[in-house]
C-alpha cells in the first residue's frame, strides 16, 4: 500500500497570488499524478508528474499556470499560479505503484477569493 | 485511521450478469460518499450519497448508503463490456478530507 499526506489541507488565497501544494508518498512510487475536482464533478486530470523531468500536462492546462515539481520517487509539488476564483476547487494527489494499484491522497481544498 | 476498503477486488462476469460491488469505511465526520468508474487516469463521477437509505440511480447503475453499517453498495444490472472498469469509492470526512479505496476491478466478458 501506499500512505499519501497532501499540504496544505486547505486553504484560502487572494486572486493574483499562488499557491504550492505538497505530496508525500512514504513510498518509491513510479507514477504521481495530479487531479482537480469541482463539486459533483468528476476528477480531472491536470498532470502526470515525473521523476527528473519536465511533467506531462493533460489537454486544457499548462506548465505556466500549474508548474510540477517531482524532485524524487516520493515527492512532488504543484503549484497554483496567478490564481482566479475559477481555481477553487479540490486538488488531489495520486500514485501509482510497482504493483498498478494506484492511492489518493486527503486532498487539498482551495478557496480563492 | 480512516480507511474506506472494497470489495471484491476484482470481478469477472458475463455480459448480461448483475454485480454488486461493496465499500465499507471508518471515516471521522462523515460527510458524503462518492462512487467513480475509472477507464483511464482520470475518474469518472458516479453518484454521491449523504443519506441514508435512498437509492441513487442511473440508467443500469444504482448505489445507496448505510450510514449505520458504514457501508455503500454500486449495482449493475445486465452488464455490458463497456462496464469494464475500475470502480472507486471515496468518502469524505472531517477537515474536508477525501479517503478512497483501492478499486474494485470489474471485466466483464462477452
Known amino acids: 500500500s501506499a500512505v499519501i499526506s497532501q499540504k496544505p489541507s486547505r486553504d484560502i488565497c487572494q486572486r493574483g497570488t499562488s499557491l504550492t501544494i505538497q505530496c508525500q508518498v512514504d513510498?518509491?512510487?513510479?507514477?504521481m499524478f495530479w487531479y482537480r475536482q469541482q463539486p459533483g464533478q468528476s476528477l480531472t486530470l491536470i498532470a502526470t508528474a515525473n521523476q527528473g523531468s519536465e511533467a506531462t500536462y493533460e489537454s486544457g492546462f499548462v506548465i505556466d499556470k500549474f508548474p510540477i515539481s517531482r524532485p524524487n520517487l516520493t515527492f512532488s509539488t504543484l503549484t497554483v499560479s496567478n490564481m482566479s476564483p475559477e481555481d477553487s476547487s479540490i486538488y488531489l494527489c495520486?500514485?501509482?505503484?510497482?504493483?498498478?494499484?494506484?492511492?489518493f491522497g486527503p486532498g487539498t481544498r482551495l478557496l480563492v477569493l | 485511521e480512516d480507511k474506506v476498503v472494497q470489495s471484491p477486488l476484482s470481478l469477472v462476469v458475463h455480459e448480461g450478469d448483475t454485480v454488486t460491488l461493496n465499500c465499507s469505511y471508518e471515516v471521522t465526520n462523515f460527510r458524503s460518499l462518492l462512487w467513480y468508474k475509472q477507464e483511464k487516469k482520470a475518474p469518472t463521477f458516479l453518484f454521491m450519497l449523504?443519506?441514508?437509505?435512498i437509492e441513487k440511480k442511473s440508467g443500469r447503475l444504482s448505489s445507496i448508503l448505510d450510514k449505520k453499517e458504514l457501508s455503500s453498495i454500486l449495482n449493475i444490472t445486465a452488464t455490458q463490456t463497456g462496464d469494464s472498469a475500475i470502480y472507486l469509492c471515496a468518502v469524505e470526512g472531517a477537515g474536508n478530507q477525501f479517503y478512497f479505496g483501492t478499486g474494485t476491478s470489474l471485466t466483464v466478458i462477452p
Open positions: 495520486s500514485v501509482e505503484t510497482r504493483r498498478g494499484t494506484q492511492y
Open positions: 513510498s518509491q512510487v513510479t507514477m
Open positions: 449523504t443519506s441514508s437509505g
